[in-house]
């Protein structure tokens, strides 16, 4: 009965499946922008392919409005800026605002997927293809972009997907600045380094982010231009990269690579759900581990993160046996 429903709303269901855009005609933006058209070479679903950028409901950095339009507000290493995105006819409409506009334009095929390869893809189960069959639009993005991955992956560590949400919102908010251009209501785009490392011990603590995380993201962000540099590495180097930095494990660098490189190899271990979820699906296996899971997308190699996403997407999970994670908030004691 499990696949006939959808995923539970997990945090690694929710982080690699579907973000819901809306049907619709987009609306020109009352005050113009750059603007870009490109045309990809065949289907493209915008809430599967940037879904996982999206944190949570309420990211301030990201909304999906009704008239069919994706809004992202980055900070690029030309400054902060915002893009919509939205379908007509085939093509991808952009426009974009903010010292980040034009750095944004020039990367909108890889983000929208340009330098992924679906056909490298090849389905070993019949649940897999069915999957695939049925999510023909999706691509692995690739934002260019290492930061604004990492540090909502270090809130992400050993938490619910609720508390690091809100963590994130608060801090963005707080600490960010209003999206340029006529983003809409409350987005925001995130802290600079610096402006990340001033933030009070106190607010962390507010956010509900204890010291451990708060600490690996104060490290990451005294070498950030270093860890910016790994886009330009293969995903394996980047990861390694990534993980020389105290509190940076391969759950979080996978996280990461996964978004800024597109990395169609890259799959999660460490994480609480996804073993038994892949587990279930391929094998009956509710009680996998990560070796199991390895195990099981080996016929996978060199897909196995497109793999575990299309396994998400697929809807099969095992019965739940045991409650949720408890939900704690530091910011109340």
């Known amino acids: 009965m499990a696949g006939r429903f959808a995923p539970r709303p997990t945090r690694t269901t929710v982080r690699g499946g579907h973000a819901a855009v809306p049907g619709g005609v987009p609306r020109p933006a009352a005050v113009a922008g750059r603007r870009r058209t490109w045309t990809p070479d065949g289907p493209l679903d915008l809430g599967l392919v940037l ?81 695939r069959h049925r999510r023909p639009g999706l ?69 509900g982010v204890d010291n451990k995380r708060a600490s690996t993201i104060l490290r990451a962000v005294r070498v950030a231009a270093r860890l910016e540099e790994a886009v330009l590495l293969d995903p394996p180097r980047a990861q390694a990269r990534l993980e020389l930095v105290s509190g940076i494990g391969p759950w979080t660098s996978a996280e990461v690579v996964q978004r800024s490189h597109g990395a169609a190899d890259s799959v999660t271990t460490g994480d609480l759900h996804l073993p038994r979820i892949v587990g279930y699906a391929l094998a009956g296996d509710r009680d ?46």
Not at 97 to 122: I, K, N, Q, T, V
Not at 144 to 171: C, F, H, M, N
Not at 175 to 202: C, K, L, N, Q, Y
């Open 51 to 131: 879904g996982p950028l999206r944190r949570g409901p309420g990211d301030p950095t990201f909304r999906a409005t009704p008239d069919g339009s994706v809004w992202r507000a980055c900070r690029t290493p030309a400054g902060p800026g915002t893009l919509r995105v939205a379908l007509r006819g085939g093509a991808a409409d952009a426009e974009a605002w903010g010292p980040g506009a034009e750095w944004l334009l020039d990367r909108l095929p890889d983000l929208l997927g340009a330098s992924d390869d679906p056909s490298a893809f090849a389905p070993r189960h019949r649940l897999v293809a069915l999957a």
């Open 139 to 207: 691509r692995l993005t690739r934002t260019g972009l290492v930061l604004e991955s990492l540090i909502p992956s270090i809130l992400e560590q050993k938490v619910t997907a609720d508390e690091a949400y809100r963590a994130w919102r608060l801090l963005v908010r707080q600490f960010g600045e209003p999206a340029p251009g006529p983003a809409p209501d409350r987005m925001h785009v995130m802290p600079d380094p610096r402006t990340w490392a001033m933030i009070p011990s106190w607010e962390w603590h507010r956010a």
């Open 288 to 333: 996998a581990d990560d070796a199991v899971m390895l195990s099981l997308l080996e016929p996978y190699a060199g897909q196995r993160h497109r793999a575990a996403r299309l396994i998400l997407l697929s809807g099969r999970t095992p019965p739940r046996r045991r409650p949720k994670m408890p939900r704690t908030d530091i910011g109340l004691l």
